[in-house]
């Protein structure tokens, strides 16, 4: 990170015999120009709002009325909150039980996409499918496939001998429920990103190692997988991001027809995420302040995670 | 033609100036209601009765060119949004019932109806639903549209079967205490096994708590809900799980409404407007179901208002608008249209709404909700009761569902409430 903010933006030497020297803004004025879209575009929707959400966080609004200033109480009130941290415990609970089967399936669906013969475009196509399919219309299909006594999950159970499992009803259950519907999502996604790594290995290494008598599994171990390294790094962190702001599977997948808040995430706050929480202490108790304190609450979490991807990479970059 | 590097760099930056100035510009001149003749009119999907609206439009054409734009997704934070911003605030805004609590204590932005001549029509509407559009100052936000009496839903025939009492009106008179009719789900438990009255126990909390005057904040901002109002719901709700006549089935799931199908699950107390919800989600049960009295008494389950802005530029014609929009013979027609039960009692006995209904086998549905909107409490609707009734459905949920035990979960909510409270400025 920080070779690129070493170079200081001083004058081209070329231009440096010149009368007047021209400092970098002057000199690249119109290249600023032809990409202002972007950051007045930033500067619009993203830095002026979170600017603002840092100012409402240090208040109490009711989202119409006059602010009235509160101060760090707000965070105060947030490190003693029981319910936020229970939240912060579901979003890295579900985040784990989906992100690591995710990858592995992915793996392993890359590695069979790699070897197909025929059919290839077909088979990619259908992989990717359900990472642009509506996230409300899955969570509507998972939310009959987990259903207690007509889903296709107890139907598979009771098969096999096995008792029903109340799935939106337990707390397991619910985490469970959600995980599966990210990972359903997401694994074609992602085995089209390890496809694309998968590619990008030299053939003679196969070769060699076919050479020097290795089977398939020791080849996958001592050469994919290695080689896959940079890229199964990217997926995860790609993967954190998400995960860790996951709020339409929850929402839909666990939302009842009664009066019930919507954001509540089934019994015991079983499947409330970070995110979810943040909505509703905003939209349902009209907290503004509190709201967003714990939206600043959820990006100090991510920020911790990212440092810890982060130094995942930077070990990679030291080898 | 040939396109220079240069060339389109001087494109891209005359475009960027002309947006940059142009959103600058717009910006500057960005009015803060309507504009011209325009009246605009914010609602949701099935908000106001569709032909009244068109029949509104074309009535007032001649003033004002009235917008009526139904707002789609989560109505309340747009609305708030729009009217904290400060522009395109539109001039007459649909309110709903859930949401009068936070528009309330902001009674400034919007017009007080009184000073337009409200009382005269005072008389004609529910006075408890007139009262729920009044602001602890006294100004009236909100002009009563609809309203939802809650009553009980059953089939037929299970009853019948069960040995219960299955007509409408033995029904209302035998089922009228919650001891009475937690015998009858015993009852309906053991002639039919698999057969639970209730589905799930919050249905118990939250209406015993809706039926009564005081809920978890009163007006001055004290927390009641660990008073004997809220522990009576509370110990009904146990009791009910403890009888064993609840079932464990999560409320729109495809479990749920199977067994509403199969007559599993035969009975519901809910708002009037739970009616299209029945027959769209269980369209194959048509014909068995009655509607009677809920135990106790009526309570009132959601229902909106129609508000005039501060930034709307001529109120009076925005308030005729409104009177008119939600005369007794209009809201006959929002019935029709939408479902939307009419807060004015005069329209109750209009033909169109006394048609007898199929769905509940020739019944007269109005037979019963009108009486039961005539006879709703309401209780004082605090900007805190959201935050603070959540514990609690949520603590009893857990009870219900997770199976845990009550007396914990009574306390956790009680803590939780405290702390909430004490975070909100509310005593306890």
Redesign the interface.
Known sequence: MATTLRKPPVADPATAGGSRPRTGARRYW??Y??I??FY?LFLCFGLIPVGFSLYVSLH?W????SMEWAGLSQYQ?LL????FWTAVGNTIVIWALATFPMIFLAMVTAVMLNSAVRLKNLYRFAYFLPNVTSVVAIAIIF??VF?????LVNALLQAVGLDQV?W????WGIKIAVATLMTWQWTGYNAIIFLAGLQTIPGELYEAARMDGAGPVQTFFRITLPMMRPVLLFVLVVSTVTGLQSFSEPQVLL???????TF?GG???AGQTMVLYFF?QT?????FG?GAAVAWGVFLVVVLFSIINWRLVQRRGED | MRLSRRGL??A??AG??A??LGGLATGCAVPTGSTGRNMVLWYWDGGLGDTVVKKAKARYGDSVDLQAIKIGG?Y??KL?TT??GRSHIPDIAGLKG?DMA??L??AD?FVDLRTLGAERYRSRYLAWKWDQGIADDGSMVGFPIDCGPVAHYYQYGVFRKAGLPYDPDDVSAELNTWEKFFTAGERLKKRIPGTYLLS?V??VF?NVVQQGDRRYVDKDRHFIGDEQHVRDAWALAVEAKRRGIVS????????QL??VQDGKLPSQLNASWATN?IKSGVPRTKGRWRVAQMPVRPSN?GGSFLAVTKACREPERAFQIITWLLDAANQAQGFVDAGLFPSTPASYTLGALREPDPFFGGQITMDVFGPAAQRVEVAYNS?FD??LG?PL??EI??VG??GKDPRKAWNDAMR?CR?IAT???VSH
Do not use: C, W
Request: cysteine-free; hydrophobic content about 25%.
């Open positions: 119109h290249l120009a032809a202002s879209p007045l109490r009711d989202g119409l009325g009130y003693g909150d029981s319910d939310g009959s259903s207690t006594n007509f889903g109340a939106l009803n337990t707390p939302q009842t027809t009664s009066n019930d808040s509540a019994p015991g706050h509703q939209f349902d108790n009209n907290d509190y | 760099l001087r891209g930056l960027t100036a947006t940059t989560y309340r934070s708030m009217m904290t859930e936070s528009y204590p902001n932005q799930d919050n249905m939250e464990d089935l999560v409320a729109g799931t495809p479990d199977s067994a919800d389950n900007p959201v935050a959540q459905k949520d949920k857990n569902v997770l939780k702390r975070h909100l400025g």
